[in-house]
């Protein structure tokens, strides 16, 4: 089991950029996709972004893509989620997870391990 902590959230205005980072420890994810979620007040959680064990190949939400990019970093154990062009629909908590198999997956029932996540609100 890994554990994963998220960081970087705060309120930002819209338009305005965050950068939310994903630290793990206890194993190493650098042979792992991993992904990042997000949940809005009384919204089911959703997926947001993943990426290879490599990082050679992303997926993104409709929603986000053009706006969010996912990297990582596996020499610090890291993932990254870079938002820009920010806006009100984007408030949510965010989550950064790991899947049980070492594949990506947009599906939540595929993520095994959860951060506690990280508030992102974006003010109008």
């Known amino acids: 089991q890994v554990q994963l902590v998220e960081s970087g959230g705060g309120l930002v205005q819209n338009g305005g950029s965050l950068t939310l980072s994903c630290a793990a420890s206890?194993?190493?994810?650098?042979?792992?996709?991993m992904g990042w979620f997000r949940q809005a007040p009384g919204k089911e959680r959703e997926f947001v972004a993943a990426i290879s064990w490599s990082g050679g190949d992303t997926y993104y939400a409709v929603s986000v893509k053009g706006r969010f990019t996912i990297s990582r970093d596996n020499a610090k154990n890291t993932v990254y989620l870079q938002m820009n062009s920010l806006k009100p629909e984007d408030t949510a908590v965010y989550y950064c997870?790991?899947?049980?198999?070492?594949?990506?997956?947009?599906?939540?029932?595929?993520?095994?391990?959860w951060g506690q996540g990280t508030q992102v609100t974006v003010s109008s």
């Open positions: 206890g194993r190493t994810i650098s042979n792992s996709a």
């Open positions: 997870a790991a899947p049980s198999r070492p594949v990506m997956s947009a599906r939540v029932s595929e993520y095994r391990d």
